[in-house]
T-cell receptor, first 111, second 112 residues
């Protein structure tokens, strides 16, 4: 059964730093991987979707990469801002199964 | 932009009440999902539907039922609310074959 982990569980950085969030999954048979942002008490906002045939996707200051063979994805945030403070979740879409979510990384960007 | 809406942001109910949570999406998505999210347990799938009048159990269906009479609307029903159903409930939808999930704003349900 597919399992998804995220490291670190929490991260605190000063404003302006570049940072990397990690997502690992146990089975490489996936359709895609999606990164989300969740603000406290709110729903999930889709940030980036990487199809299984792709290696990376970019949106503004965000860049997500996917290495299916090693079961890893990273979310790179450039020049972090206090407004980036949120919980970031990754989810994989395995063949023949429903979506599997990671537990999330709680990010705090200090002004 | 895809929009997924949920009927309430906050809801307070009494033990034993019947509770309806509604989710509506405006992009003609075939697939719809109900999750609950609890601290330390992450997102857990309650029920999902791949088409009108179709429903499938997720990982934790006990104590819940669903209804999908129209393609755009997916309702979650708590037949007799209990305190252990206090949670954040999230609805999501996807377009068949593409699998990008879009979520609603969530409903924070408190059962007293």
């Amino acid at each position: 059964k597919q399992e998804v982990t995220q490291i670190p569980a929490a991260l605190s950085v000063p404003e302006g730093e570049n940072l990397v969030l990690n997502c690992s999954f146990t089975d490489s048979a996936i359709y895609n991987l999606q990164w989300f942002r969740q603000d406290p008490g709110k729903g999930l906002t889709s940030l980036l979707l990487i199809q299984s045939s792709q290696r990376e996707q970019t949106s503004g200051r965000l860049n997500a990469s996917l290495d299916k063979s090693s079961g890893r994805s990273t979310l790179y945030i450039a020049a972090s801002q206090p407004g980036d403070s949120a919980t970031y979740l990754c989810a994989v879409s395995p063949y023949g199964q429903n979506f599997v979510f990671g537990p999330g990384t709680r990010l705090s960007v200090l002004p | 932009d895809v929009k997924v809406t949920q009927s309430s942001r906050y809801l307070v109910k009494r033990t034993g009440e019947k509770v309806f949570l509604e989710c509506v999406q405006d992009m003609d998505h075939e697939n719809m999902f109900w999750y609950r999210q609890d601290p330390g347990l992450g997102l857990r799938l309650i029920y999902f539907s791949y088409d009108v009048k179709m429903k499938e159990k997720g990982d934790i269906p006990e104590g819940y039922s669903v209804s999908r009479e129209k393609k755009e609307r997916f309702s979650l029903i708590l037949e007799s609310a209990s305190t252990n159903q206090t949670s954040m409930y999230l609805c999501a939808s996807t377009f068949e074959g593409y699998n990008e999930q879009f979520f609603g704003p969530g409903t924070r349900l408190t059962v007293l």
